[in-house]
């Protein structure tokens, strides 16, 4: 397995860690799996997502990519992950793996 191949799997098996009910950021998912940026993990998602927990994985500021919006809040909204408006508050909501620890008080 190449080293490119073998971050393409890293990243996957980031995502489908991702409990329901929370979510992560595309830069959560790239510090999580040392990837050289979240544009490779959307990269991986778009490419080879489909059996992903792709909807759990927002931009940096809680919101979805424009073009998902629809589905991915919905699909949110049946695991109890509540938008306000199509921003998904991440202090609330954030997978307690990839939260900072410089970021005390999230949870």
């Given at each position: 397995?190449?080293?490119?191949?073998?971050?393409?799997?890293?990243?996957?098996?980031?995502?489908?860690?991702?409990?329901?009910?929370?979510?992560?950021?595309?830069?959560?998912?790239?510090?999580?799996?040392?990837a050289p940026s979240p544009r490779?993990?959307?990269?991986?998602?778009?490419?080879?997502?489909?059996?992903?927990?792709?909807?759990?994985?927002?931009?940096?500021?809680?919101?979805?990519?424009?073009?998902?919006?629809?589905?991915?809040?919905?699909r949110l909204r049946a695991e109890?992950?509540?938008?306000?408006?199509?921003?998904?508050?991440?202090?609330?909501?954030?997978?307690?793996?990839?939260?900072?620890?410089?970021?005390?008080?999230?949870?």
């Amino acid at each position: 397995m190449s080293v490119d191949e073998e971050l393409h799997e890293r990243v996957r098996a980031a995502i489908r860690r991702i409990p329901g009910g929370s979510v992560a950021t595309y830069g959560d998912i790239a510090d999580l799996t040392s990837a050289p940026s979240p544009r490779l993990v959307g990269k991986v998602l778009a490419e080879d997502g489909h059996d992903l927990p792709w909807h759990r994985v927002l931009r940096a500021n809680g919101t979805p990519a424009p073009h998902l919006a629809e589905e991915q809040l919905a699909r949110l909204r049946a695991e109890g992950v509540l938008a306000d408006g199509d921003k998904v508050d991440l202090r609330r909501h954030r997978w307690a793996d990839v939260v900072p620890e410089d970021e005390p008080g999230l949870f």
